[in-house]
C-alpha cells in the first residue's frame, strides 16, 4: 500500500518560514517526480512546486518563485519544501503528490496523495 505522509504546516506570522516535509513509503520514490500543491478556502487546488525524480529540475508557481525551495532525498524517501517570506496569502491546506513527471499546471499524473498539512500565515 502506497502511503504519502506530510508534516511540518502550522502557523506564522507574515514574514516567517516554514519547512514542510513529506515521507512516501509503498513505492519506489526515486522513480517518482514529487509535487507540492496547496489548496485555500473557497479556490481550486493549485501546484506549488516540483521536483523531477533525480533532483535535477525543479519548477515552481510563479507565486512562490524566489520564497520557496523543493528539494528530495532518494535515500531517505523525502520530500521538503522550505517556505520563506510567508504571505498570508500562502495560507492554504498543502498537500504532496507523486507523479511520472512534473506539471503544475494540472493535476493529471499525479498518483499518490497525502492528506495534507495546514499552513497559516498571520498578517
Known amino acids: 500500500e502506497v502511503q504519502v505522509a506530510e508534516s511540518g504546516g502550522g502557523m506564522v506570522q507574515a514574514g516567517g518560514s516554514l519547512r514542510l516535509s513529506c515521507t512516501a513509503s509503498g513505492l519506489t520514490f526515486q522513480n517518482y517526480a514529487m509535487g507540492w500543491f496547496r489548496q485555500a478556502p473557497g479556490k481550486t487546488r493549485e501546484g506549488v512546486a516540483c521536483?523531477?525524480?533525480?533532483?535535477?529540475?525543479?519548477y515552481y508557481a510563479d507565486s512562490v518563485k524566489g520564497r520557496f525551495t523543493i528539494s528530495r532525498d532518494n535515500a531517505k524517501n523525502t520530500m521538503s519544501l522550505q517556505m520563506n517570506s510567508l504571505k498570508p496569502e500562502d495560507t492554504a491546506m498543502y498537500y504532496c503528490?507523486?507523479?511520472?513527471?512534473?506539471?503544475?499546471?494540472?493535476?493529471?499524473?499525479?498518483?499518490?496523495w497525502g492528506q495534507g498539512t495546514q499552513v497559516t500565515i498571520s498578517s
Open positions: 503528490a507523486a507523479a511520472n513527471f512534473c506539471r503544475l499546471s494540472s493535476e493529471v499524473g499525479f498518483r499518490y
Open positions: 521536483i523531477t525524480w533525480d533532483g535535477g529540475s525543479t
